[in-house]
């Protein structure tokens, strides 16, 4: 079952331009993660942030949890052709054997 | 430098043959899991294993088996009663707690001729 939802589904964007997708998701969730999948590759973690954060960064990248909304967002700041490429949000849920649940993705296009 | 390998990269299946994909890290870790990805659907959990000698069902288990006999190795076999097995087959594997990230393999591309 899809704990999480991005939004949108697909995204182009101007290099150079900021590119934010979000995430929503229905359970409590331990954690939340973003992976960033290049075309016929694998997935890549980007960045996870727990239930008990609001803001994280790393390098251009910002995420943020708004647990009250049950949602996420990613920011990619000042954004190059390389970023073209699907991202997945994923939750891990609160209980005792829960694993981590994948969205179905965004497809980023960054025109150079 | 570590990581998972997964082979092969690309794998033709004819119809009522049972395939097996291998997978292995070096990173030390726990746990290994089996995802299967199909355009659309995002990534869904077929197996996983916490601990050697053990696993369990994910999601979609049916038609699919794996075996834990050492640390490093996790081998998914896709056999004939996987009625729909044409998919890209991400492996991916934790240090075991849930509050750290995956790392995954490159992936198999799994088409039934």
């Known amino acids: 079952s899809q704990q999480g939802e991005e939004d949108p589904q697909a995204l182009s964007i101007q290099e150079g331009e900021n590119a934010t997708m979000n995430c929503s998701y229905k359970?409590?969730?331990?954690?939340l993660q973003w992976y960033r999948q290049n075309s016929g590759r694998g997935l890549v973690h980007l960045i996870l942030i727990r239930s008990n954060e609001r803001e994280k960064h790393s390098g251009r990248l910002r995420v943020t949890l708004d647990t009250s909304k049950k949602s996420s967002s990613l920011l990619i700041t000042a954004s190059r052709a390389a970023d073209t490429a699907s991202y997945f949000c994923?939750?891990?849920?609160?209980?005792?054997?829960?694993?981590?649940?994948f969205g179905k993705g965004i497809t980023l296009s960054v025109r150079p | 430098d570590g990581g998972i390998t997964q082979s092969p990269k690309y794998l033709f299946r004819k119809e009522g043959q049972n395939v097996t994909l291998s997978c292995e890290q070096n990173l030390n870790h726990d746990a290994m899991y089996w995802y299967r990805q199909d355009p659309g659907q995002g990534l869904r959990l077929i197996y996983y294993s916490q601990i050697v000698n053990d696993f369990q069902k994910g999601d979609i288990a049916e038609g699919y088996s794996v075996s834990r006999e050492k640390k490093e190795s996790f081998p998914l076999t896709v056999t004939s009663a996987q009625k729909n097995p044409t998919a890209f087959y991400l492996c991916?594997?934790?240090?075991?707690?849930?509050?750290?990230?995956?790392?995954f393999g490159s992936g198999t591309r799994l088409t039934v001729v």
């Open positions: 991916a594997s934790s240090i075991g707690d849930r509050l750290y990230g995956y790392t």
């Open positions: 359970t409590s969730i331990n954690n």
């Open positions: 994923a939750t891990v849920t609160t209980g005792a054997n829960s694993k981590l649940t």
